[in-house]
């Protein structure tokens, strides 16, 4: 007589929906899931960290738009994946955390690792749920699966006892097969909506669109670039948003951020929060009379803060987009109407000098604007940019504030950083979902998959390099090393003692590119534009990770502040910022 293990069950259930792949690292109990799994053609990326794996499982969920799938142990397991669940509920990322715990007849005798994982995850996840039975496992994956990605995209949580994952059903029990799980449903906006909106954004003296990482999540990008197109509308992406419309498309106006901001009068929010990254949408940092249309998902979203919910639609981005291009029929906004496209061009030419300059700074050691340039030229000539062959991931204070602004994207869904929460330590685990949301199927071109980290931001990851080099993953990773959090020490220690050593204090002059070797993968150290470019053209090709270690400028600096961070109740003025 056949039977069936609870381990079983479950891989059979994520097979049925469709998963591909499992983010995670495995222990007692969870091991026989992992394992049946691979048995049925399922991949499984073994981690070393649950922190590092759960962010790889949130980013794997926004690329592909299907939920990332972690498997951990129970206990510490779920304690070092909770980074992970904020990051994915923060980003409004789609993840389902799967999890092992002690025997459900061992509850409350302080059994191996036991936690009421339930109790501490509900508050912030959209689904918790303890299997009882080994029956009730596939609704019990499907429904945590469907809650994850419907609606506003979060996390999930089922947790699976070890005597239901060893437990076994014999072939006269039933398991209800899996039902799948169908695109979510879309919405789009009323006809008394559209009409209000049209009519602002047609009265608007210097409208603006800004278009936010929920529009790409969204696959929104031929709506709103046919928008873009037909209406003329200037517009600005967030961090990574960007792509959605192209980055050399004339109408978009990033390089003069703080000029649009002021200036605009009429917003056209697309899958962005209003939120700090936005700077609320307040004064002074916004024009005080600013009217903002939002586009969301989510209606919570609708009003926030400066938002005004008469002039906000809840639905698709693709769908209200659509609708909205056609409730405008024809109108384009006239960039002579107003003086807005003068101020624009004005700043946009003052700040993209501003940056040429700096890029050319032909000093020793480099510096973060001139280190960037190099690897922009030289990464753009192996693979240009409209080819969309490359995604970047960038994390660290100065290295993602600087380097945001530099590398040029075309398209969407290429640019992955800290988000909403600018969160360190994503990097890696972000690199490592990249390539494998891009290079797994054979059907479609392979991208090279670009990691930029800050010397304090590799270290919260660095131990995952072993990751890429077991899995074979040729992703080329930068520390930009500057020997310390923000600025780093303008000059090593004077004594072998630690007592000099400032809070932002680091090792001197680490050597990072030796972490790859001893995995299997290249290293480089690099000082120079030469072995900058060398270093870069050579990892590009390589098949294995590579490592760039970069040793630039160190002390540059006074104060830690930086322009996405500036207080939205500072007086006007000040340089252009770039989100």
């Known amino acids: 007589m056949s039977t069936r293990t609870g381990a079983q069950v479950i891989a059979q259930a994520l097979y049925d929906l469709g998963v591909t792949v499992l983010f995670g690292i495995v222990g007692i109990p969870v091991v026989e899931i992992a394992e049946e799994a691979i048995n049925l053609g399922i991949r499984f990326l073994g981690f070393r960290n649950e922190q590092a794996a759960s962010y790889a499982a949130s980013a794997?969920?926004?690329?592909?738009?299907?939920?990332?799938?972690?498997?951990?142990?129970?206990?510490?397991?779920?304690?070092?994946?909770?980074?992970?669940?904020?990051?994915?509920?923060?980003?409004?990322?789609?993840?389902?955390?799967?999890?092992?715990s002690s025997e459900t007849y061992l509850v409350s005798k302080g059994a191996f690792q036991e936690m009421d994982a339930i109790s501490i995850l509900t508050p912030y996840t959209k689904w918790a749920i303890r299997t009882p039975t080994l029956n009730s496992i596939p609704d019990a994956i499907r429904n945590a699966y469907r809650a994850s990605c419907f609606g506003r995209p979060g996390t999930s949580f089922v947790d699976f006892p070890a005597d239901i994952i060893q437990g076994t059903l014999h072939a006269q029990h039933h398991v209800e097969g899996m039902k799948k799980v169908g695109l979510p449903p879309r919405g789009g906006a009323e006809e008394e909506k559209l009409r209000k909106v049209a009519t602002v954004l047609k009265d608007a003296r210097a409208p603006l669109v800004v278009i936010g990482k929920g529009a790409a999540y969204a696959r929104a990008e031929n709506a709103i670039r046919e928008f873009i197109d037909r209406t003329s509308i200037p517009f600005l992406s967030t961090p990574m948003g960007r792509g959605v419309v192209p980055d050399s498309?004339?109408?978009?106006?990033?390089?003069?951020?703080?000029?649009?901001?002021?200036?605009?009068?009429?917003?056209?929010?697309?899958?962005?929060?209003?939120?700090?990254?936005l700077h609320f949408g307040e004064a002074?940092?916004?024009?005080?009379?600013?009217?903002?249309?939002?586009?969301?998902?989510?209606?919570?979203?609708?009003?926030?803060?400066?938002?005004?919910?008469?002039?906000?639609?809840?639905?698709?981005?693709?769908?209200?987009?659509?609708?909205?291009?056609?409730?405008?029929?024809?109108?384009?906004?006239?960039?002579?109407?107003?003086?807005?496209?003068?101020?624009?061009?004005?700043?946009?030419?003052?700040?993209?000098?501003?940056?040429?300059?700096?890029?050319?700074?032909?000093?020793?050691?480099?510096?973060?604007?001139?280190?960037?340039?190099?690897?922009?030229?030289?990464?753009?000539g192996l693979s240009p940019p409209d080819e969309g062959g490359i995604a970047y991931v960038s994390e660290g204070a100065n290295t993602m504030d600087i380097s945001r602004s530099i590398f040029r994207v075309e398209h969407p869904r290429l640019r992955l950083d800290a988000g909403t929460h600018s969160t360190m330590g994503i990097g890696l685990g972000y690199a490592i979902a990249a390539h494998v949301a891009y290079n797994t199927d054979c059907k479609q071109k392979r991208k090279k998959i670009v990691a930029l980290e800050g010397d304090s931001a590799f270290g919260f990851s660095g131990m995952e390099m072993e990751t890429m080099a077991r899995y074979k993953m040729d992703i080329l990773t930068y520390v930009i090393n500057n020997g310390g959090i923000y600025h780093g020490d303008a000059s090593p220690p004077s004594s072998n003692t630690a007592d000099d050593l400032r809070s932002?204090?680091?090792?001197?002059?680490?050597?990072?590119?030796?972490?790859?070797?001893?995995?299997?993968?290249?290293?480089?150290?690099?000082?120079?534009?030469?072995?900058?470019e060398k270093a870069t053209v050579e990892g590009f090709h390589a098949d294995i990770p590579v490592l760039v270690n970069v040793l630039i400028e160190k002390g540059a600096g006074t104060k830690l502040e930086f322009g996405w961070q500036a207080s939205s109740r500072k007086a006007r003025g000040g340089k252009e910022t770039k989100l």
Request: proline share 6%; with cysteine.
């Open 60 to 100: 794997y969920g926004y690329l592909t738009g299907r939920p990332g799938v972690c498997l951990v142990v129970g206990g510490p397991g779920v304690l070092h994946a909770i980074p992970g669940i904020g990051n994915s509920s923060v980003n409004a990322f789609p993840l389902l955390l799967l999890a092992g």
């Open 249 to 277: 498309h004339p109408r978009n106006v990033s390089s003069a951020r703080s000029t649009a901001l002021r200036q605009a009068d009429v917003v056209l929010v697309l899958g962005a929060r209003l939120n700090w990254i």
């Open 284 to 380: 002074p940092k916004w024009n005080p009379q600013v009217r903002f249309i939002q586009v969301d998902i989510s209606a919570a979203e609708l009003g926030r803060n400066a938002g005004d919910p008469e002039f906000s639609i809840l639905g698709d981005i693709t769908i209200v987009m659509n609708q909205l291009t056609c409730k405008l029929d024809g109108w384009s906004w006239e960039p002579n109407s107003s003086n807005f496209t003068e101020q624009l061009e004005e700043a946009r030419w003052k700040n993209e000098s501003a940056a040429a300059k700096k890029a050319h700074e032909d000093t020793l050691p480099m510096t973060y604007a001139r280190t960037f340039a190099i690897i922009r030229s030289t990464l753009e």
């Open 504 to 532: 932002t204090s680091l090792g001197w002059e680490i050597g990072y590119e030796k972490m790859a070797e001893g995995f299997g993968g290249k290293g480089y150290l690099v000082r120079t534009p030469e072995e900058l």
